[in-house]
């Protein structure tokens, strides 16, 4: 405390002067608590060190009984400052992180913003083009870049969702889809860096799987061109597999 022994006794007759004001009512309420109940009491407060700084204290107020009656007070004085400080700090901090992830999200939505408005009038254009007169070869080329472009716009959409998977409001959009479709297009999307990297890329869709499940389209087709895009980053030579079957109890299986 900073006081001398001789100091806190005579502090103890005037004990208001060195304590918080803000914690004198519930110093009473503790000293109450243990008289009129006869029952031990903590208390927590702030106190005058001898620097003239606030430190906080725990105090234990524990009863003399003598026969049925409370005949005096004595107690423990334990100090806490650290401890309180420190849950200070992991308060502030837990503020802090609040409000970063907070900034995060509104900055992740004006970037998912910035970043649509473009693609969509780019896919709209896409659009425009397969109306016109295409061979096939460009057809095919034409349709792999729509899709690109949907699956950038898919990314955005996983972005939004990891933002709010942190805050616990991940949703899942269910929808019936050709799995067999969706398997192919995922292949072909990465199919050239594989051809690129000198590897063979192929789909294997066994008898027992449906033409149609019901699924998160986007989450499923993300996870896929994941999977195919790091099977082509980290292999040197051979070839790249996706296979697919229906186990029991209805449980796809990918690898």
């Known amino acids: 405390l900073g006081h ?87 308060a502030d901090a837990r503020d802090i992180a609040v409000k970063t992830a907070e900034n995060k999200s509104r900055f992740m939505a004006i970037v998912s913003h910035e970043i649509r408005t473009p693609m969509n009038g780019m896919l709209g254009m896409l659009d425009l083009l397969n109306d016109s007169e295409l061979n096939a070869e460009q057809r095919e080329a034409l349709a792999l870049a729509t899709r690109s472009g949907r699956n950038l716009l898919a990314l955005v959409d996983d972005v939004m969702d990891f933002s709010r998977l942190e805050g616990g409001e991940m949703e899942f959009r269910h929808e019936q889809v050709n799995v067999h479709e969706l398997f192919h297009s995922a292949v072909n999307l990465v199919a050239p860096d594989a051809y690129r990297a000198g590897l063979d890329i192929g789909v294997v869709l066994e008898a027992n799987l449906p033409q149609k499940i019901v699924t998160d389209t986007t989450k499923l087709r993300q996870l896929l061109t994941s999977l195919l895009s790091n099977a082509v980053k980290f292999t040197s030579h051979g070839s790249i597999l996706l296979w697919a079957e229906m186990l029991p109890p209805h449980r796809l299986y990918v690898e």
Do not use: T
């Not at 109940?37 to 005058?48: A, L, N, Q, T």
């Not at 009656?69 to 420190?86: Q, S, T």
């Open 4 to 90: 001398s022994p001789d100091q806190v006794l005579e502090m103890l007759g005037h004990w208001r002067r060195w304590i918080h004001p803000d914690h004198h009512a519930r110093i009473m309420a503790a000293f109450s608590s243990a008289v009129s109940g006869g029952r031990d009491s903590y208390v927590e407060f702030k106190v005058r060190h001898g620097d003239g700084e606030w430190m906080w204290l725990k105090a234990l107020v524990s009863v003399v009984i003598d026969g049925l009656r409370v005949v005096g007070l004595r107690g423990v004085l334990v100090d806490i400052n650290d401890i309180v400080k420190a849950s200070e700090e992991m």
